[in-house]
């Protein structure tokens, strides 16, 4: 891949909502058969803070993680979607709960 067609495909996933972001993952992991990407939700988390935030179906990832100080201490969390109360552990593979964490 050439750097034009890299241009081209970091501004198309720049123009992506969570939700096709959501889709995309499933795509890429071949889970689209195992279950629907509409009972998920993206979460921004920085565990060094205490703080997690769903994203709004307004919300593009790579906007908001260009917006980020410093990427190293935030992350992306792939979580089905239930009331987000408190920050666990953060795992580092797809997990029997549910979860997927994206750096």
Do not use: K
Request: charged fraction near 25%; include cysteine; aromatic fraction near 12%.
């Amino acid at each position: 891949m050439n750097y034009h067609n890299m241009t081209q495909t970091n501004f198309f996933i720049s123009l992506l909502f969570f939700d096709q972001v959501i889709r995309m993952l499933f795509h890429l992991y071949g889970l689209e058969s195992a279950d629907d990407p509409s009972r998920y939700c993206l979460l921004e988390r920085n565990p060094d803070r205490d703080y997690e935030r769903r994203l709004r179906a307004d919300d593009r990832p790579m906007q908001v993680q260009a917006s980020w100080a410093d990427p190293g201490q935030f992350m992306f969390v792939l979580r089905l979607n239930s009331r987000v109360e408190s920050i666990p552990s953060p795992p580092s593979t797809i997990g029997g709960d549910g979860v997927v964490t994206v750096r």
